[in-house]
């Protein structure tokens, strides 16, 4: 008998929020897991060294790999969106797409598949529509960022890389990511609302997400964009209310008034006021069936490991 041949996974920007828990379910899959960061790389730990700043990157990671996942970006929540910060969200991303789609066109590999991230922000402030993949961008920041990291992401097609790219949405996590603000302000008794409350949340549970991409690599038939959300977003109130009564309920559902929002955060207040209700439809057909697809389901999940 033949043990069937181990496939190694390069994750680019791999070191955080949800290129952690990717890097475990993917080693329970059996899969040899390699990172390329810029800090502290080892190669004996599978970390390999790269700076897309600088076009600095170690091709050995490159040749070794059979699927290519890039993750990498700076933070779009780590401070006011001045133009500084926006020329540093844009140019860490394309950056590094740029370099990776470059790379693989010139450095011999096996790489046959190719992940790239985007998110459900190309599709901006849609109200209570349903929205599918092929809606337009939008023609606000988060749009026209999505939108350009996904045509960098295009060129991948160039070297004939089979390329998937997931529109990721409010990642679950007990780790971080969007929830872990709003617990800090549930352990304090408030339950925050934002705006009317009525703008959606597409969601979804961290667990979930690192199964898609399993299934974009295991599938061969998914190729093109896809909607990473689960199947119920909910509306910012209904969301907040959950929460709250998960949390055992004492919690007083506070209203913060949009313009007050946009005082505090600026532009970046589109984060949380701006709503999208993005179809999972597109991955359903594509044979994915969900963990979490209840919001209750997943926020038990994760509130149990808080
Ligand atoms: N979490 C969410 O809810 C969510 C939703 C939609 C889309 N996404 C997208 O999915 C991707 C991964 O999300 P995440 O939550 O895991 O993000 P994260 O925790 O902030 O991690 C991002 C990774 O990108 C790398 N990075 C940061 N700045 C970089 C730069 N200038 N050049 C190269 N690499 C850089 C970092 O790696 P090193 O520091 O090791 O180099 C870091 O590990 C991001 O691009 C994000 O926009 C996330």
Redesign the pocket.
Known sequence: MTTPEIKTVLLA???????SRLKEHLESKNYRVLNF???GADPTKGLYHWD??KKVIDEAAIKQADILIN??????ADGRWTARQKRKIIN??I??TDLLAHTLQQVPNKITTVIN?S?IGIYGNTDNRIIREDNYPATDFLGQTCKRWEDAASNFKKSGKRLVIFR????LSEDG??LKPLLKAIQLGIAPVFGNGEQYQSWIHIDDLCKMFNKAITNEKMEGVYNAVGPCPLSNYNFMKLLAQLKEGNQFLLKIPAFLMKIIMGEMSALVLDGTRASSKKIEEAGFTFTYPQASHALRNILDKY
């Open positions: 920007g791999g070191s955080g929020l949800i290129g960061t810029r800090k897309p700043e993750l990498a970006g700076t933070s779009i860490s991303r950056f590094a991230a998110a990721i949405g409010l990642v990511g969007f």
